[in-house]
């Protein structure tokens, strides 16, 4: 099983739509996670972190479930400009051991 | 302006030859890291450092080297060794040193290209 496990996609959907998306993680003992996004040939950037009581930014909120190992991102409202590759990173064994999913592709159409 | 600068963003090498790609950064953070992305991949680990003159090997660290002399620099050696290295390299850093883990500033990336 992999460290951290994301459903690649695609996503397509319509402007206006709301969207969520999954992450599974393998390490109970983590305690950082984080959604970072990417666009295409670019580096990935933080969009945001993921605290244990949830939180929310806007159009986005991140969600954190430790019994299930899983965290989420929900997009709300969604714009043409959301279109990018979402990736969940979560720390390892280490505190600066990052590890990231594979990504999850969004395309939000006219 | 603050941030992590890698060179170069583009670079073509023939087989059998070593390569050392640069990662530079002015944000005074203590880790840094390099990581390999291949298409439609997520991003491996390949080495980090939390503190300067050391470094932990990640998931796939082999045919790979580096160093840390200098808290802003983390140069990555893509030896002959690596048996496929065309691959987008990232070099990220982080305030957290040996704490908590905080966000990742990324560079650009190199693309490397073996031919």
């Known amino acids: 099983r992999k460290e951290v496990e994301q459903d690649p996609g695609p996503f397509n959907v319509p402007e206006g739509a709301t969207v969520a998306f999954n992450c599974t993680y393998s390490?109970?003992?983590?305690?950082?996670f984080f959604w970072y996004r990417q666009d295409c040939r670019k580096e990935p950037k933080l969009l945001m972190s993921?605290?244990?009581s949830g939180n929310e930014d806007g159009r986005f909120t991140a969600q954190l479930n430790r019994a299930s190992q899983y965290i989420s991102l929900l997009i709300r409202d969604s714009k043409l400009s959301d279109s990018a590759t979402y990736l969940c990173?979560?720390?390892?064994?280490?505190?600066?051991?990052?590890?990231f999913g594979a990504g999850t592709r969004l395309t939000v159409k006219p | 302006d603050g941030g992590i600068t890698q060179s170069p963003k583009y670079l073509f090498r023939k087989e059998g030859q070593n390569v050392t790609l640069s990662c530079e950064q002015n944000?005074?953070?203590?880790?840094m890291y390099w990581y390999r992305q291949d298409p439609g991949q997520g991003l491996r680990l390949i080495y980090y450092?939390?503190?300067?003159?050391?470094?932990q090997k990640g998931d796939i660290a082999e045919g790979y080297s580096v160093s840390r002399e200098k808290k802003e620099s983390f140069p990555l050696t893509v030896t002959s060794a690596q048996k496929n290295p065309t691959a987008f390299y990232l070099c990220?850093?982080?305030?957290?040193?040996?704490?908590?883990?905080?966000?990742?500033?990324f560079g650009e990336g190199s693309r490397l290209t073996v031919l």
């Open positions: 944000l005074n953070h203590d880790a």
């Open positions: 990173v979560v720390n390892g064994n280490n505190n600066n051991d990052m590890r």
């Open positions: 993921v605290y244990s």
């Open positions: 990220a850093s982080s305030s957290s040193g040996t704490s908590a883990p905080g966000e990742l500033f």
């Open positions: 450092s939390q503190i300067v003159n050391d470094f």
């Open positions: 390490n109970s003992a983590s305690q950082s």
